[in-house]
Nanobody, 115 residues
Framework: QVQLVESGGGLVQAGGSLRLSCAAS????????MGWFRQAPGKEREFVAY????????SYADSVKGRFTISRDSAKNTVYLQMNNLKPEDTAVYYC????????WGQGTLVTVSS
C-alpha cells in the first residue's frame, strides 16, 4: 500500500503562488495516474489535476487550467502542484492520490487564499 504525505500549503494573498508536494512511500507503478484533489469547506472533494506516471500526460479541471501545473519526479516518488495566480475560491485542503484513489488518503495540506 502506498502512503502519501502532502506538504507546502499555507496562507497567500490572491494573485500569489504556492508549490505543493506529495511524497509517496512505496512503489508508484508506471501504469498509475496520480492526481491532486481538493476539498473546500462545506463542499465535496473535487478533482484538480492528473498526471500519468509513465509519460507525464496531464489533465486539469477547467477552474485551474492555465494557472496550475502538475508534475512528477519519478526518482523521488513525488508529485508536485505549482499553483499560480491563486484566487480566494482556491481555498481548500489539497490531497494527492491515485486515480482511482487508494483506500487511504493522506492528511492533506491547507491552502488559504486571502482577497
Amino acid at each position: 500500500q502506498v502512503q502519501l504525505v502532502e506538504s507546502g500549503g499555507g496562507l497567500v494573498q490572491a494573485g500569489g503562488s504556492l508549490r505543493l508536494s506529495c511524497a509517496a512511500s512505496g512503489r508508484i507503478l508506471n501504469s498509475y495516474v496520480m492526481g491532486w484533489f481538493r476539498q473546500a469547506p462545506g463542499k465535496e472533494r473535487e478533482f484538480v489535476a492528473y498526471i500519468g506516471w509513465s509519460f507525464g500526460i496531464t489533465s486539469y479541471a477547467d477552474s485551474v487550467k492555465g494557472r496550475f501545473t502538475i508534475s512528477r519526479d519519478s526518482a523521488k516518488n513525488t508529485v508536485y502542484l505549482q499553483m499560480n495566480n491563486l484566487k480566494p475560491e482556491d481555498t481548500a485542503v489539497y490531497y494527492c492520490n491515485r486515480n482511482p484513489p487508494f483506500d487511504a488518503w493522506g492528511q492533506g495540506t491547507l491552502v488559504t487564499v486571502s482577497s
